[in-house]
Each structure stands twice: as C-alpha cells, then as structure tokens.
C-alpha cells in the first residue's frame, strides 16, 4: 500500500525526467489530476490524457516536455513539501517564493489545488504541497 499517493506521483515524473521518457503513466487521483492541469498550464509539461479504462479512478498519461535544441527537460526539480507525518500550512502572508520567482509552487486551498501566484492573487493561503521549478 502507497502512503503518500503525491510523493509517488512526483517521483514517477522526477525519475521519467531523469531517464529520459517522453511519457509516464500514472495511476489517477482528483488531487494528481489537478496538479498535472497546473503543470501543464505553466508549460511544465508537452501534454496530457486522463483515462478511466484502468483501475478505479483510471490512469494519467504525461507527456513530458524537453527543449528542442538542447534536450533539457523544462522539470528541473519536483520537492515534496507537505508530507503525511508534518503538513506545512502558510497564510497568505508567508507564500513561499520558488528560485526567486522562476519556480512555483503548489498549494491545496479552499479555492482548490492552485499555484502560489494564484494564492496571491486571490489572498489566500492553504497547504503547500510541492515546489517545482
């Protein structure tokens, strides 16, 4: 049994990322498809397809993007901030800064699962659940 459902969706995308892939499949859940939309929205990654053919809640498919030219993939680091065993809560004061700016960061809100610019925007805080840059 998987404890931490996010931390083994980060991972997936982290060592996809680190071996080269141009896709990943991952076993679906509402939080996981709402961070890939985030992803995809902030150009973290090439594409993506939810089907519910496998499993219960289905599959997420990724399409992982890389540079043209050079080959670097545009997911530099994916970091778990909020566990199971110690969540990390921030009002909308303390939002954290990815890199200075260049990163984001995700949160789980009463607005919904929404990136760090977002929170600003609409002055709220919530439940820091990763930072990707």
């Known amino acids: 049994m998987n404890t931490d459902p996010i931390a083994d969706y980060l991972t997936r995308i982290r060592n996809a990322v680190a071996a080269r892939h141009r896709l990943v499949e991952i076993p679906a859940s509402n939080m996981k498809k709402n961070i890939t939309k985030i992803l995809f929205e902030k150009g973290y990654i090439l594409n993506y397809k939810f089907e519910d053919d496998k499993g219960p809640q289905g ?29 990390k809560y921030v009002n909308a004061r303390e939002l954290p800064r990815v890199k200075n700016g260049l990163g984001i960061a995700i949160l789980s809100t009463s607005q919904g699962i929404i990136s760090d610019k977002e929170a600003r925007n609409l002055n709220t805080g919530g439940e820091v659940i990763c930072y990707v840059s």
């Open 59 to 87: 599959t997420i498919k990724i399409a992982l993007k890389y540079h043209p030219v050079t080959k670097m993939p545009a997911i530099n680091s994916l970091e778990r901030v909020s566990t199971p065993g110690l969540r």
